[in-house]
């Protein structure tokens, strides 16, 4: 072996066992892993995907503490008594099994079974999307731009009416609504007044009943009511003279009874409603309705979004509360949660998705802590797994998106909701009577 080769060996080999006493002389020492105490972060720094089920603490599945039902319970009571003309009116707000009238369908009818039929409620002009529609009615429309407020073609100032959607309409645009009985008595016209607006014309069975000016000085919201002649199946609205902007019609019996409006929107959200619903707007349609009982139904939409949920949610949550509350100060308010929600996870299980359990209390929390009554939907059904336990039941009761309920399984949820307010309201009314 070459000497230059053998003397840089024993000079490696020296400096090797050297090194470490070197070290010491020099003041080096080992570095251990530091020991940081964990920060008690917010759980939007948590992965939340990743935790396993929150496993809920028992609650009623209609939770109503500070008696905020009462309103709606009174308006029951009068409805049942038979009082000459006592409507019982409820708003469901909700997302997109509502725009299809899943679910509300369910309770309008079984309600309205005990409480009587006091008319159909609200539908839209003109379908925004194919999967609108409310059971037992059909829509011709032709000629209408729709703006929902939960897409991104909304209205930029953004008056979307009672039920989200804003139509407008030049001359010829119209709408016939064919209903399912002969027995409403009268209908309105919910639409905007507005500077340089059209006209409308409304007929019953081609008999002319109404002609409505939506031209005004400076933007409103408008109504116009309008007899039924006895018999009525088919009602048309058209645009005349000019263009318009129609937020919907209402259908009406005489009563008493009940009258249940389906007020959906595909992909609607807590935010949607927050940032989206103009609030003089929507404030006006509000009180003009004067509901006994508003629902808000949302929740499954933003699921999607866990760390939204885990933080900035409550308190959009409780924002919409107080505004529903400051435009109704009588009415009672019913927050609904979302039903389970089914994903496939690494293994190809369909299992409930970990934020939504959580959401669910984050609802029961605000809506309680605002004096507003909450229904667990989620819990009612089955809680975490019933989506899975839903696809793989004969017959199929939700589709293969394991969230949207298929007829048999959105009559389930709505029975649930329906057994819910009966109960509260015989036990009111047990109480009441002492």
């Known amino acids: 072996m070459p000497r230059k080769t053998l003397l840089t060996i024993g000079l490696l080999a020296l400096l090797s066992l050297a ?9 080096w020492r080992k570095q251990e892993p530091a020991k940081v105490e964990p920060e008690k972060a917010e759980p939007e720094a948590e992965k939340p995907e990743d935790r396993a089920p929150t496993i809920p603490e028992k609650h009623p599945l209609l939770a109503d503490p500070a008696g905020n039902l ?8 009068r409805s049942e008594m038979r009082e000459p003309g006592a409507i019982t009116r409820v708003l469901h707000y909700g997302d997109s099994p509502t725009t299809a009238d ?18 159909h409620g609200f539908v839209l002009v003109s379908p925004p999307w194919a999967w609108y529609g409310h059971r037992g009615i059909k829509i011709r429309s032709r000629g209408w731009k729709d703006e929902p407020a939960s897409q991104g073609h909304r ?27 002969d027995s409403h008595t009268r209908m309105e016209v919910l639409y905007l007044k507005q500077p340089g607006g059209g006209g409308l014309r409304v007929t019953a069975e081609d008999v002319p009943i109404a002609e409505i000016s939506t031209a ?33 019609v209402v259908f009406e019996k005489k009563g008493p009874g009940l009258i249940y409006h389906s007020l959906g929107l595909n992909g609607a959200s807590v935010q949607m409603a927050l940032r989206f619903f103009d609030r003089a707007n929507w404030t006006e349609q509000l009180q003009h309705q004067n509901p006994d009982l508003v629902v808000i139904n949302y929740g499954s939409n933003e699921t999607f979004f866990a760390r939204y949920v885990e933080s900035t949610y409550p308190k959009e949550l409780e924002a919409l509360l107080v505004r529903v509350r400051e435009a109704l100060p009588k009415t009672s308010i019913l927050v609904m949660s979302p039903m389970d929600r089914g994903e496939r996870d690494k293994t190809g299980t369909i299992v409930t998705p ?11 929390k605000v809506a309680l802590a605002n004096n507003c009554a909450f229904f667990n939907t989620f819990e009612a059904m089955g809680g975490a797994g ?16 394991f969230l949207h309920p298929l007829p048999q399984g959105a009559a389930k949820v709505g029975k649930h909701l329906e057994q819910a307010l009966l109960e509260g309201y015989d036990h009111w009314k047990a109480v009441r009577s002492r």
């Open 19 to 27: 090194l470490p006493r070197t070290r010491e002389w020099l003041g």
């Open 216 to 248: 005004a000085e400076e933007k409103a919201s408008g109504f116009a009511e309008a007899p039924l002649p006895p018999g009525t199946r088919s009602v048309t609205v058209t645009a005349v003279g000019g263009r318009v902007r129609v937020f919907g």
């Open 102 to 119: 899943s679910i509300t369908a369910d309770v309008r009818e079984l309600l309205q079974r005990r409480f009587g039929d006091g008319g």
């Open 386 to 401: 019933t989506m899975a336990k839903w696809y793989q039941a004969k017959p199929r009761l939700v589709s293969a998106d």
């Open 354 to 364: 970990p934020i939504l359990p959580r959401l669910v209390e984050a609802q029961r």
């Open 155 to 181: 209205a930029k100032d953004r008056l979307h009416g009672l039920g989200g959607v804003s139509s407008t309409g030049a001359a010829g645009a119209s709408a016939t609504i064919e209903l399912p009985d």
């Open 70 to 77: 009462r309103t709606f319970y009174q308006a029951l009571l």
